[in-house]
Structure formats: structure tokens, C-alpha cells
């Protein structure tokens, strides 16, 4: 099974809306990480969440983590059109690998 | 330059074949893996190699082998193609302590087995 659940599957916003993902997990993590996976492309790296952070900001990505909830979200402010794809969490596994969640398809209209 | 590359992007064969995946990374890194992406999208950890060690995930069938020429390379080789293996693998690399930074992807080689 998944280490990782996003949700929801799929997200259908209007641009210039906030689009806002959860993921939960199920064992304990060192660090969280998200990343965007464009169609037909290959996973990038967006914001990495140590497991001692609760909260984190890059351009407009916000990331929370709850530890005692093992769960974390991704808020996406402003969205634009090209802001549309797959957007998934992943955990370590003592250092050796990450584990995705089913990831989560975002949508956004013009 | 491409940071992780993998040959061919697209690869169509028949049931039974042998098939190679090639990856190459120029970024220095230490460690590097193999994924499968499911027509569903679930993305699962195949094999993770670094100079030291070979991670195998034993969920993978022993058809699939992954070999390392050297640190920059991971080459993924499945015998006996089956219809099931038909997918999206991708490689990445990272450097060591990979809970610590992230995992660099490649653009992913889609195998259609008919």
C-alpha cells in the first residue's frame, strides 16, 4: 500500500483561486516532500518539510505539517492555468527512498 | 544539459521480449533509483542503488534487474516482458541522505508491451 494518500484525486478550480491538497501518511517520517508532475513529464521537486517544521513558504506554496495527525497539505495561492497537473506527496524511508502517495490532479481554468 | 536522461522515451515491444532502460545523471550524485508509474498514476520504488548498496524492493519479480556500469549510470533490464509490465518507469537520483534534499527525475521511458 501507498506510505502516502492525497486528497482529493482531482481538483477543478477556477484561475486565480487557491487550490489546497492533503496528504496523509501512515508510519513515522524524517521529512516530507511535495512534488508537481506535468503530463507526460517527470516529477519536480517543489518544498521539502523537515519533520520538526510544522509550516513552510516558497513563492506561493504553502505547506503545513501535523506530525500527531501525520498529515500534511499543500496550498497553492493565486493559481494561473499553467499551475495545472499532478501534484504528490512523498515520504523517506530511513534515507534510502521516497514513497508517493496516488498524487492529486489539479485543474485550472483559464 | 540534462540532469537525469533516460533512453528510449518510448518503447514498444512484444510479450516475451528482453528490453533494456538506459539512465545516466551528470549531477554527482551518489544514489540513484528506479520507478514505476501505473496507468492510475501510483508511483512505487523499484530499486535503490548507491555505491555501496543495492535496495531491492520485494515486490519487484526477479525479471526486473537493475546494473550499474558506474555511479552515473543505472540501467534498468526486464526479461520476459509481460503485458502487466507495461508503464511509465522513471529514474532519479539524489545525493546520499536523501530525507535531507530532493530526488531529481527523469523524463521517463513509457513501455508498451502488446
Known amino acids: 500500500s501507498q506510505q502516502g494518500e492525497e486528497d482529493p484525486q482531482a481538483l477543478s478550480i477556477q484561475e486565480g483561486e487557491n487550490a489546497t491538497m492533503n496528504c496523509s501518511y501512515k508510519t513515522s517520517i524524517n521529512n516530507l516532500q511535495w512534488y508537481r508532475q506535468n503530463s507526460g513529464r517527470g516529477l519536480v521537486h517543489l518544498i521539502l518539510?523537515?519533520?520538526?517544521?510544522r509550516e513552510k513558504h516558497s513563492g506561493r506554496l504553502r505547506v503545513t505539517l501535523d506530525t500527531s495527525k501525520k498529515s500534511s497539505s499543500l496550498l497553492i495561492t493565486a493559481s494561473r492555468a499553467a499551475d495545472t497537473a499532478s501534484y504528490f506527496c512523498a515520504t523517506d524511508n530511513a534515507g534510502n527512498m521516497l514513497t508517493f502517495g496516488g498524487g492529486t490532479r489539479l485543474m485550472v481554468k483559464p | 544539459d540534462t540532469a537525469v536522461s533516460q533512453t528510449p522515451k518510448y518503447l514498444v515491444t512484444q510479450m516475451g521480449n528482453d528490453k533494456s532502460i538506459k539512465c545516466e545523471q551528470n549531477l554527482g550524485h551518489d544514489t540513484m533509483y528506479w520507478y514505476k508509474q501505473d496507468s492510475k498514476k501510483f508511483l512505487k520504488i523499484m530499486f535503490s542503488?548507491?555505491?555501496?548498496?543495492?535496495?531491492i524492493n520485494e515486490t519487484v519479480p526477479n525479471r526486473f534487474s537493475p546494473k550499474s556500469p558506474d555511479k552515473a549510470h543505472l540501467n534498468l533490464h526486464i526479461n520476459s516482458l509481460e503485458l502487466g509490465d507495461s508503464a511509465v518507469y522513471f529514474c532519479a537520483s539524489s545525493p546520499a541522505s536523501l530525507g535531507l534534499v530532493e530526488a531529481f527525475f527523469g523524463q521517463g521511458t513509457r513501455l508498451t508491451v502488446v
Open positions: 518539510i523537515r519533520s520538526n517544521e
Open positions: 542503488y548507491n555505491n555501496k548498496e543495492l535496495i
